[in-house]
């Protein structure tokens, strides 16, 4: 069971990734088709803005991350013992090279990993999740933080976030062209084709419109799908679930963090906000739905 969950997990994130990265070329070829009169130019815009905006924020995204956070590095076992043998006998399990380690001084229960990859990865936890989880349940999230690491699903959320910065460049640089340069198709040429051209065109239209949304659904299907993994994965570190599962539900019953940057909530191990609106729209996957999988394995 907790195999089949986990290769199950690794598909549905190749198929988001592989649906993320057509919708940027999408969305570039629509402003390139309606805009340069030339789709395939778009299409190669998008391509080396996604390409460029990724490598940049991979290379600056541990301690810009930790900056947004307020997080604080722990520099030896001295200031938090606990905490730091936790993470380096999980580190170990997990094969991994030992992170960086910080602190956030929030009452709010709660953690998150980010890094480019294993040798340059960190993982920060709240002041609130010291004090009010007892060490098997801290096991179980530093094991799931662990599991982000040692998946890549730090690299991961980076590309989403950079796809995401890409398609709202995409968009401005069409809304620019809409009100100052005017579209670029031939009108002739439209005219000559009919009906086709204008499907194209609106189409074209439609994709502008709704690629922001697109792409926020994306983003929050991808971390939704990582969270799931990560509670599979860091099961089979711990070979303990009760842990992980009794760490939830306390992290579920606790108030919203203060010092949590919105744009990286998705990182966090729980919604830090504690947004309640519609599932469909949450970056990570309700408490009781992965209780549920916890339990059933």
């Not at 697109?214 to 070979?239: F, H, I, K, P, W």
């Amino acid at each position: 069971m907790l195999y089949e969950q986990i290769a199950q997990n690794k598909r549905k994130t190749v198929y988001v990734l592989i649906g993320f990265f057509a919708l940027v070329l999408a969305i570039g070829g629509a402003i390139g088709y309606l805009f340069m009169n030339n789709m395939l130019t778009g299409v190669t815009l998008a391509a080396v803005l996604a390409i460029v905006y990724i490598l940049i924020m991979i290379s600056n995204s541990t301690n810009v991350v930790m900056q947004m956070n307020h997080a604080v590095e722990i520099k030896d076992a001295n200031q938090y013992p606990d905490l730091w043998h936790i993470v380096e006998d999980m580190a170990m399990v997990g094969q991994i090279p030992m992170p960086r380690v910080f602190i956030v001084e929030d009452d709010s229960p709660n953690a998150f990993a980010t890094g480019n990859d294993p040798q340059h990865a960190a993982v920060a936890v709240t002041s609130g999740i010291m004090q009010r989880l007892n060490r098997e349940e801290l096991e179980g999230v530093i094991a799931h933080e662990v599991s982000h690491i040692r998946n890549y699903d730090i690299r991961l959320s980076t590309i989403a976030l950079a796809l995401s910065a890409v398609i709202s460049i995409l968009v401005n640089i069409g809304n620019n062209f809409f009100w100052w340069g005017g579209a670029g198709r031939d009108r002739d040429d439209d005219r000559d084709n009919g009906g086709s051209n204008v499907i194209a065109m609106v189409f074209s239209i439609l994709l502008m419109i709704l690629g922001p949304l697109a792409a926020s659904l994306a983003q929050m299907a991808l971390s939704r799908n990582r969270e799931y993994l990560a509670d599979a994965s860091g099961v089979e570190l711990t070979r303990n679930p009760e842990g992980l599962i009794n760490a939830l539900l306390k992290i579920s019953e606790s108030e919203p963090m203060q010092a949590a940057d919105p744009s990286s909530s998705a990182l966090y191990i729980s919604d830090p906000f504690k947004g309640k609106a519609s599932h469909l729209f949450d970056s990570h996957p309700p408490i009781e739905d992965r209780v549920a999988k916890l339990r059933a394995m």
